[in-house]
Structures are given as C-alpha cells and as structure tokens.
C-alpha cells in the first residue's frame, strides 16, 4: 500500500528524478527534505561542516533533528546543493503579515505554519449560517485525534443511532466540544489538525517544538479572518484538544482571547506515561500505539478522514503524506527513556507552559480520570500568576469534564471571554443533555441549567458577577446525587481561592503495630510483605471492560490485599467529618530484599457500613526517591526522576523513601476510618498497567514507630465538614470503586 500513496503523491506533485529537486526547509530545531530519490544519501552542511546525514526514505523525504536555531544551513544530495534555509528557534515568530495571506472558507481548509508544513483546518458554523451571516465569536479546537474531517457530527451520530454506518468523514466524538457544542452555543469553531496526522503535513512528534508553535500560528491566522469576530479566538476541547491549550496559552499568541481545557495531564512522564517512574504499560503504552497508527501515511493506514480523502484525490492531503515515514517510533523513544531525560521531557511537559499563560483561564479535570490521571491538578500552581483563572475540580472519570456541574459554567466562561456576550444556553442544549450523557457515558446526569446570567442586559455586569465565583471549586461526591448512584453530577461544593487550598494543614498519621493509624508513633516495629504484582488483577475493569469506565455502574472488580502481599493501615472511627484537599506523602522507612522495588499506595475511606471506596494512588520506583527540593514540600514529594539521582537500596539497611499521593479532595464521613495500604503496583485502576521491576519474590519491610516511624501525612482542612450531605451509596462515587473490607494480614 505504501506504493499506493507514492503513486498518488507523484501524480499530485511530479515524481522527482534528479537531485535538483531536493529541496530542504528549516522548521524549529529541526529541518526537512523532500524530493529526493528513495535511499539517496544526504548530508546537512552549515559553513562548509558535514553536520549530519541521512538517508531519504521510500517518499523521498527526511528529518533533520536537534538542530541549533540560526541562517546558513544547507542539504548536499550527491552533487547537487539546495539552497540555504534557516532553522528557526521556538519563540521567534512571523510578522502579522504572515497570518493574513489565507483567507479560510466554510469547510475544509490547508494552511501553512510558519515552516511551511500545511495543516487540515475545517471551519464550523452554526446550523444554518454561512461566512457572510457573520462576524462570529469563534474558538479553535487543535488535536491529533480525527478533529479536520469535514462532515458534521451531529448528522453522524444521528445516522449511526439510526443503524447506519459510521461516517470516515466525520470527525471523531471525542472532538464533540468544538465539531458539536460549540456551534450549537452560536460559535464558529476551527478545527485544527495536528501535523502529522490526518491530512496536516508534518510528522508527528508528540507535544515537540514545532506541534506547539502551530498553535501559536492557528490562532494568529483565524483570528487574522474578517468573521471573525472581535479578531480574537478562543481555544476549547477536552483530553488531547485540552493538552494543546495548555502549551499554545503558553507561546502567548497576541489574538488569543482565552483557554478551555477540559481533562488533561500535566506532564507526560510523571502524570501519566511514568506514574512514580512505573512505565504504564495500559492506558499510556496503548493511547501512544494509536496515535502512531494514526501518524501512518494514507491510505495505507492514518485516520479514517485521510484514507477516504486521498482516494478521492485531495491533492493537498495526498501531498501531505510526504513526510510521515519520517514520524519517530514513540514506543521506542518511552523504552529508551525509563527516566525523566530533560531534553526529550521538559519542553513536552504542558503544565509548565502555563507559567507564560496570560490570558483567562477556565480548567476542568477529574481526580480519578481513566486515562490521563489526577495529576494533571500539580499544574494549578504555575497559574498563579494568572488573576483570571477558574478551576473545577472533582471526582469522577475522564468524560465528566463535560458534565452538568460544569458544562453550564464552562459555557459562561466562553460567552463572556470569548464572544464578549451575556451568556444564554439554548433551549435546545438544555433539552439535549440527557440524551448526550446518556450516548456519551450510559449515565443519568443532574439537569444542566441555565446561566445565572441569562436575564442580565450588560456584559461588563455579568463578567463582574463571573469573577467573583472562587477561582477553585471543589466539586464534591460526584455520582450521588437523586439521578441514581454513579449518575454525573456534584452533590455539594466547597469553594477555595489557590490549590491546594491555603487552609490545608499537613496532618500526620502514623503507621503501627497491628495496623493502626494514629496521630502518636507507636513502640518501635515493623511490617513486612512480599511485592507480588500477580497477586491481584492488574485492572479494575480487566479486558474490553475499560470501556465502561464511564458507566454509572462500571463492572468494577476492585479485588481486596492478598494475605501477606501488602499491609495495611487504619485509624479509629472518625469522631466527625475529615475533608482533604490537595497531594499527600507516604513516608517510609523501608528495607528491601532486593536493590529496587515498586511501591503502591491506596488510600481509601472504610464505611461504617462495612464497605470500602477507594480514593486516591500513589506510586514510586524506590530507586527514583532522590526529590527535587526545590519542589518537594511535606504534602507533596517530588521526585526528581533523573538518571543521574537513581540510587538503588542498600542490602540490610533502612532507607527514607517518600512515596506522592496524587492529588485528590475527599470527605471522610463521622464513623468511617482512613486506611491506607501498602501493595506490589496494580489493581486499582480501570485502565493503567505498569512495567514492574518486581517479580513476586521481594520482600519488603517497613518500620513501625521508634525513631523510624513511618507516616501518611494528609492534606487536611481545618473545620471543614461534609456540610450534612449523607454518606453516599457504596457504589455511588463516579471512579471511585468499591469492595467490602477485609483487613490485611498486617490486621489494618
């Protein structure tokens, strides 16, 4: 098939014969090649030097990579030489000028970014309008998943319910944000396609310099657009198209008006790809597989949109297949790399990026997310700079996002700082979400409302009354609510002005004898099991059942600790309600058999009812326990995750190992208890797996009180209380399984 698409790009462009027509242009610290004759050798030259060389591949393409910035560079194909180009440097940015040379049109579009490589745009607007009808307040949905395709979602889901097949040139449900909600709020929404995928030039490379500036330029060249209302965008999406909002806000485009992100991790090693230094090889191994099958060259393979348009004959996507052999094996680079390399990690890190964000910012995400996980929250604090930021946060799975807690306010923030209007939800939207929630999730939702700004005639009046809400909302038991256990929405609230919220104490609780908890270190002891991962299930929802993680009663099959395969911990009965907010840190003293083990830690609420709800994970690989003390705090360790700080455990010896407890807000009801336990990795996620160093034989020992007291210090709320809301059903909390208690062999 790869034939096929060579064919097809020969007859698009002209099938070159000669060296002559090579030709090599910069990108940001990259350069690429196209043109030349499959297998012809080629050497990068910058004043007189032999750089580096490659070899062209089967489309006659290649890529340069780790390049300086600067003029003066230059691609040797046998005799001939192109002509010489720059390699441009990240922040170094077009003139305005550059952005107003495309004028984009209703449906499917191509635009060059700043390197020349053309990216698949598609523009929507809502039902029934055409360009002319506007200006309109438009926001930019950027994503590698099928988000160009240019048919309409809407019809599509429609067509598929009816029994009809699916449509390859419909974008894909997960885009629904901008090719489904967006227009139905009265927003045109770009659909900008990641390069290297779909029918975008480029090659994929995950989050690298030059898929991040094309941010920068999506949003300079649709705001450049005389629809465009207010020539400002918006940029809104959930999961991937959250992840590139993070560092587009971060490149500060001039005509951004504001970000969305719903769903979204914070950093690609520590919050999902390598939880504790663990690779995790579920959800994070198999998420990068498809996005490497997406990458492949149409119509061979990549997303369903491009096989069926470059068969049709789209030049442009045909064209800009050229350079996908070029795309890196991912899977390769996540083996190659167990630690935390700087060079590959920082710039594709999304969190940090909002360090430079300047503009409003409206955040959603989920403690307990399937998929990218909870610690996308260790992102909040580089926002603080930022006074127009608003965060939700809650429990729950990674859809619900998008549900009635937030959909509404989500909706307000984009009338008032995108389009400048007073926010009204349609009729229609409202009447519409229960059937959404009902085909996204198979879960009963609260009502989503109408803003409370609807009957308001002034903009600046509801803006003002906007951002008085607490820049951090706590949405709290999700899933409990009249609709039915594990149906979306928050019960109760609790409002906070930074996260983790100021109020939050460190609370020390300290691991004893007989499984205890307790505030005072017991007599000097230890504990002991052996790290066996096969102990348990690796999942939750093992096999096909990861797909129900959205349900409102997922399968969940949350198996207990086996006998002396993990210990376990537990206070008394609580006297009144413990509300905790924030990460926590399991500090052990810990003596091994072996020189590395992997360590998980559950935290969990154990019901006066006899039920056990799971809240919150930690993990660590012993040997990455150096911190990073710039960062590091008594709730929050933060390890460094270096190569050159890995140290492995010293034969016979004690060792301070603190374990991070991803972020997590929680009410612990009055005559529940607070366990946590201590296991070999796996078991307690629908969807992650880990590459454990441990193979069942370890055994590992944690001391006990004296002047090795180990302790689980908890991010506690003074006075804080669950505001009477009962204790919800066993079942009921969305991501958070339940089992019945049984205490470890440890007697906690």
């Known amino acids: 098939m790869l034939l096929v698409v060579a064919a097809l790009a020969a007859l698009a462009f002209g099938a070159q014969s000669s060296a002559a027509a090579v030709k090599a242009r910069g990108s940001i610290n990259q350069a690429y090649v196209l043109g030349a004759k499959q297998g012809q050798k080629l050497k990068l030259i910058r004043h007189g030097r032999v750089l580096d060389r490659g070899t062209a591949d089967s489309f006659g393409s290649f890529i340069f990579r780790e390049l300086r910035p600067g003029k003066g560079y230059r691609v040797r194909a046998g005799r001939k030489t192109t002509r010489r180009f720059r390699v441009l440097r990240p922040g170094a940015n077009p003139r305005p000028s550059f952005y107003k040379r495309k004028k984009l049109v209703q449906g499917l579009n191509y635009v060059k970014m700043r390197d020349g490589v053309e990216l698949a745009m598609t523009v929507r607007l809502p039902a029934g309008k055409k360009l002319g009808d506007g200006p309109f307040p438009t926001f930019i949905e950027y994503s590698g998943y099928q988000t160009a395709a240019p048919h309409d979602l809407f019809e599509a889901v429609a067509a598929q319910l009816a029994g009809g097949p699916a449509d390859p040139l419909a974008p894909a449900t997960s885009t629904a944000v901008g090719s489904l909600i967006g227009p139905l709020l009265g927003f045109a929404v770009v659909s900008v396609q990641m390069r290297g995928s779909g029918c975008s030039g480029g090659a994929f490379d995950l989050f690298d310099y030059p898929t991040t500036y094309d941010g920068y330029d999506a949003v300079e060249a649709v705001a450049a657009q005389d629809w ?84 049709m004959g789209d030049k442009h996507c045909i064209a800009n297949q050229r350079l996908r052999l070029q795309t890196q094996d991912a899977l390769q680079i996540q083996e190659d790399n167990p630690f935390r390399t700087p060079s ?51 429990n729950g799975v990674h859809v619900d996002s998008l549900g009635p807690s937030t959909i509404t306010r989500w909706a307000e923030f984009m009338k008032l700082f995108v389009a400048d209007e007073v926010p009204r939800i349609p009729d229609a939207v409202i009447n519409l979400s229960s059937v959404l929630y009902s085909y996204l999730a198979e879960a009963g939702s609260a009502p989503v409302t109408q803003s409370r700004f609807a009957n308001m005639t002034s903009v600046a009046e509801a803006r003002a009354a906007f951002k008085r809400d607490p820049r951090i909302r706590l949405l709290m038991d999700n899933g409990a609510g009249p609709q039915g256990p594990g149906s979306i929405g928050a019960t109760w609230e609790l409002g906070y002005s930074a996260w983790p919220p100021r109020q939050a104490r460190p609370t020390r609780y300290f691991l004893g004898n007989g499984g205890a908890l307790g505030r005072k270190p017991s007599k000097a002891s230890s504990a002991s099991y052996t790290a066996d991962p096969a102990a348990r299930p690796k999942q939750t929802l093992p096999g096909n059942g990861a797909e129900d993680a959205w349900k409102a009663q997922p399968p969940y099959q949350w198996a207990p600790l086996a006998d002396g395969k993990g210990v376990g911990f537990a206070t008394p009965k609580l006297a009144k309600d413990l509300v905790i907010a924030g990460p926590s840190s399991l500090d052990l003293h810990l003596k091994s058999s072996a020189r590395d083990t992997d360590l998980q830690v559950t935290l969990s609420e154990v019901r006066p009812d006899g039920n056990e709800t799971y809240v919150q994970n930690g993990w660590l690989r012993a040997s990455h326990r150096k911190l990073d003390r710039r960062r590091s705090t008594v709730l929050d360790p933060y390890p460094t995750h270096l190569k050159q700080d890995a140290e492995w455990l010293p ?42 160093v ?12 004296g002047p090795r007291a180990s302790s689980l210090v908890l991010p506690v709320i003074a006075g804080a209380t669950a505001k009477g ?24």
């Open 228 to 311: 465009v209302k207010g020539g400002k965008v918006g940029m809104g999406g959930i999961s991937f198209s959250g992840i590139t909002q993070l560092f587009t806000a971060g490149t500060q485009p001039p005509h951004l008006a504001a970000v969305s992100p719903l769903s979204v991790t914070d950093d690609v090693y520590t919050g999902t790809g390598y939880p504790g230094g663990i690779f995790n090889s579920g959800f994070a191994k198999s998420w990068v597989q498809e996005r490497m099958d997406d990458a492949k060259p149409a119509p061979a393979g990549g997303q369903p949109y491009a096989r069926e348009l470059t068969k």
């Open 344 to 394: 590959i990690f920082a710039q594709r890190a999304p969190g940090p990026w909002l360090r430079h964000a300047k503009v409003p910012v409206f955040l959603v995400g989920q403690f307990h997310d399937e998929q990218t996980g909870g610690h996308f929250a260790e992102a909040i604090p580089f926002l603080n700079h930022n006074k127009n930021v608003w965060v939700s946060l809650q």
């Open 651 to 692: 034969r016979g010896r004690w060792s301070l190992v603190r374990v991070p407890v991803f972020p997590v807000a929680h009410a612990f009801r009055a005559g529940s208890r607070i366990r946590v336990t201590i296991q070999a990795v796996g078991g307690d996620r629908p969807r992650w797996d880990f590459d454990t």
């Open 694 to 705: 441990d193979k069942g034989s370890t055994r590992n020992t944690i001391a006990l009180g």
């Open 725 to 748: 809301t009962p204790l919800p059903g066993a079942t009921s909390l969305r991501g958070e399984p339940n089992r019945t208690y049984r205490a470890a062999s440890n007697g906690g």
